[in-house]
């Protein structure tokens, strides 16, 4: 019993410790972060989309409205696509070509995002500015590699999700007559609703959180983009481009544009528990 | 301002302290290295941190040298200041496009996003692609004072790419596209144009003629006989320059 206890102590400062990272971080981004806001003012960081901190401005709306499009953008790209191809994987594929195809995707996982945003770059870039106009390196460019990007976290959740609704489910409804294609949209998925939007909003983090690739193929520039073919910087890209450098007040700035990218990831999750309970 | 030094320990008196400017860092770890290589008996420690933070190592004297990319500010003048490289920054374009010259004047207005085709400058008629550093590098900061000045402001429309390498390559593929780099990066897929009428060659750089130019420094309260002027002596001598030019700068010493 003795030993039992132990091991429970143990386990509960382990589970402690991975939890108190967390919050160190937490206090560690907002303290290096807070002075800036404090002499900017809030509204100002937030609301001016002129960036020049060597200069004494910091603005970084362009950024926030450029991640949330190239989000979006991603969305729009990555969930239709992974969300069907999960339906086929979970619902109409035989068993070997499951076996064969889900392991493959989850290997599109494992590869580096520089990778990604190489390929990016030697190949999206060059056929956007070809034929499409602009730069090449754009909102777009970003969008498409992200949306490529969140395909394994999509497809996976929601795989286990559709797989862990009960047979019991699907033979009832074709056992009333319905098609399979109609179990599948009215029973299925409404059933795994949950475990699909948690990959939806895992998928988001990802490409909320994504900077490598995002830095190599979006064209970073400071302006407000007008069209899908203009070069944007997001948030995670204004840090990495510019910390090497920075000191001072330029430093704090990019610490503080990490403390909006934790309250916009922050935001995220709770929509997403509180849809997930709302059922 | 970050504060830079070497751990000094007693045992090994014959380090070599330098610091600062990250344009530099690179060349020195170059001569650093067959320094070391000739002299097995002297470690020298190479840091980044920026030429403000470099300088101020060396006045402080926790470095022993400081390297600089830019000139000194009046209250830094009383430190020795010993030039050891020039670097031009040459402005580029793709090989297939056909622009000759460009004015100071003309560069100036680019970057401020006020000439934003290539139509006024005598080309057929497209976007430029305007690429730039990020903020912070020293390439932008000595772009920023000889070519913008201080009222002038880079344009945010301004594609921002954070190494030479990355402009090179972004020039080097699209046709309309328009940036600057060290003039030792160019290769044949890009094109230096030239800047006033002048173009960004070893001599034009070495007489002053081609504008861009900005010095590499290393400075130091004094230079004591020692390891530390041996190290100097070596920069400036024929095998240390040469170190240099073949890196792609511009000696100082003929």
Known sequence: ?279 | MFVLGCGRSPKKALVICVAGSTSVQPYAEKLAEEYMRRHKEVRIDIQGGGSSAGVYAAKQGAADLGASSRELVETERDLLEIPIAYDGIAIIVNWRNSLENLSLPQIRLIYQGKITDWAELGLPPHPIHLITREEGSGTRNAFEELVMGKEAEITAAALVQDSNGAVREIVANDPYALGYISMGLVEPRVRAVAVDGVLPTRENVKNRNYKLVRRFLLVARELKPGPCQDFVNFILSPQGQGLLEAEGLVGVVD
């Open chain 1, 1 to 279: 019993m003795k030993k039992e206890a132990f091991i429970e102590r143990v386990l509960l400062f382990l589970a402690l410790s991975s939890i108190s990272t967390l919050l160190l971080i937490t206090v560690f981004i907002f303290l290096e972060g807070l002075p800036l806001m404090a002499h900017v003012g809030l509204k100002k960081f937030l609301l001016s989309s002129h960036w020049a901190p060597t200069k004494g401005h910091f603005g970084i709306l362009a950024m926030i409205i450029s991640s949330i499009l190239v989000t979006l953008g991603a969305m729009v790209l990555g969930v239709p696509l992974g969300l069907a191809c999960a339906i086929v994987l979970a619902e109409f594929s035989p068993e070997k070509v499951k076996t064969l195809l889900k392991p493959t995707l989850e290997l599109l996982a494992g590869i580096p995002s520089v990778v990604y945003g190489f390929l990016g770059v030697v190949w999206l870039v060059p056929l956007i500015r070809d034929h499409l106009g602009g730069p090449g390196l754009s909102l777009l460019a970003g969008a498409i590699i992200l949306g490529i990007m969140i395909l394994p976290t999509i497809i996976s959740i929601s795989i286990d999700a559709l797989s862990a609704v009960p047979d019991l489910y699907r033979d009832g409804s074709i056992a009333l007559g319905a098609t399979e294609w109609q179990t599948v949209r009215r029973v299925v998925l409404p059933a795994a609703r949950s475990g699909i939007i948690t990959a939806i909003i895992l998928g988001m983090g990802r490409a909320v959180g994504e900077t490598m690739a995002v830095i190599m193929v979006a064209g970073n520039a400071l302006k407000i983009p007008h069209s899908i073919l203009d070069p944007v910087r997001t948030l995670t890209s204004n840090i990495a481009l510019e910390l090497a450098y920075a000191s001072g007040r330029h430093r704090e700035a990019l610490f503080a544009t990490g403390i909006v990218l934790f309250v916009i990831i922050v935001i995220l999750n709770l929509t997403a528990t509180f849809i997930t309970r709302r059922r």
